[in-house]
C-alpha cells in the first residue's frame, strides 16, 4: 500500500487555467505538508497543516490555497497558473508536525504549465 | 534560522570505490538532520535521520552518515559505490524549536554519478 499518494503524477495546462493536486496519507499522522522542487531541484516548503489547521505558510503567492478536508488529505489548489508555477510538487507528512520528524514524502506531482 | 549548504553540487566515482558527500549546516537549536536520496523522475526517500543519539548513523543500503557539532558537518558516507546509487542526495535540517518549528530546509542537492 502506498504511504503518501498524489495525483495527477503528470498535470500539463495552459496559462490562466486553475488545477489542483490532491494528496492522500494512510499513515495515520496528523501533520501534512506542500513543498515546491523547482527547475535546478531545489526543494522550499509552501504549507503545513496539522489536524486540518494551517500551521505553516510560507511566502506563497495566495494564488495557491491549500484544503485540508480531514488529516489524512491535503489538496493543493492553483488559480490563474503561471508560466513560474512549473515544478514538481510534493506532498508529505509526519506523525505530529514536531521539529525532527521523519517526513515521508509522496511521489510528486509534475505540473507544466505552457 | 536554519540553513544547509551541501558543498559539492556533483560527484562522480567508479563502482565499488568509496562515496563522500558533505553537508554542512547551521541551527539556532539542536537540529535533527537527515539525508533523502531521489532517484530520476522519483520521489524522495529517506536514507538516515540524527536526532541527538549516537554521532555515527547508519541508513539503508550501505550508508553512514556522522554528525561533528563542533564543525557543524553531517557528511554522508559509503564504503563502495554500486550502480544503483547513482541518484541525487539531498542533506536536511530541522529544528525542534523556534519559528522553524517542524519545517524541513534542504540543501542544494549533490548529483553522485557511479561509472563502471
Known amino acids: 500500500d502506498t504511504a503518501v499518494s498524489q495525483t495527477p503524477k503528470y498535470l500539463v495546462t495552459q496559462m490562466g487555467n486553475d488545477k489542483s493536486i490532491k494528496c492522500e496519507q494512510n499513515?495515520?499522522?496528523?501533520?501534512m505538508y506542500w513543498y515546491k522542487q523547482d527547475s535546478k531541484k531545489f526543494l522550499k516548503i509552501m504549507f503545513s497543516?496539522?489536524?486540518?489547521?494551517?500551521?505553516i505558510n510560507e511566502t506563497v503567492p495566495n494564488r495557491f490555497s491549500p484544503k485540508s478536508p480531514d488529516k489524512a488529505h491535503l489538496n493543493l489548489h492553483i488559480n490563474s497558473l503561471e508560466l513560474g508555477d512549473s515544478a514538481v510538487y510534493f506532498c508529505?507528512?509526519?506523525?505530529?508536525?514536531?521539529?525532527?520528524?521523519?517526513?515521508?514524502f509522496g511521489p510528486g506531482t509534475r505540473l507544466l504549465v505552457l | 534560522a536554519q540553513s544547509v549548504t551541501q558543498l559539492d553540487s556533483h560527484v562522480s566515482v567508479s563502482e565499488g570505490t568509496p562515496v563522500l558527500l558533505r553537508c554542512n549546516y547551521s541551527?539556532?537549536?539542536?537540529?535533527?538532520l537527515f539525508w533523502y536520496v531521489q532517484h530520476p523522475n522519483k520521489g524522495l526517500q529517506l536514507l538516515l535521520k540524527?536526532?541527538?543519539?549516537?554521532?555515527l548513523v547508519k541508513g539503508i543500503n550501505g550508508f553512514e552518515a556522522e554528525f561533528k557539532k563542533s564543525e557543524t558537518s553531517f557528511h554522508l558516507t559509503k564504503p563502495s559505490a554500486h550502480m544503483s546509487d547513482a541518484a541525487e542526495y539531498f542533506c536536511v535540517v530541522s529544528e525542534a524549536h523556534g519559528t522553524s518549528y517542524g519545517k524541513l530546509t534542504f540543501g542544494q542537492g549533490t548529483i553522485l554519478t557511479v561509472h563502471p
Open positions: 499513515l495515520g499522522h496528523d501533520t
Open positions: 540524527y536526532t541527538s543519539a549516537a554521532t
Open positions: 541551527s539556532s537549536y539542536s537540529p535533527s
Open positions: 508529505a507528512s509526519s506523525q505530529s508536525g514536531r521539529g525532527g520528524e521523519t517526513q515521508y
Open positions: 497543516y496539522n489536524n486540518k489547521e494551517l500551521i
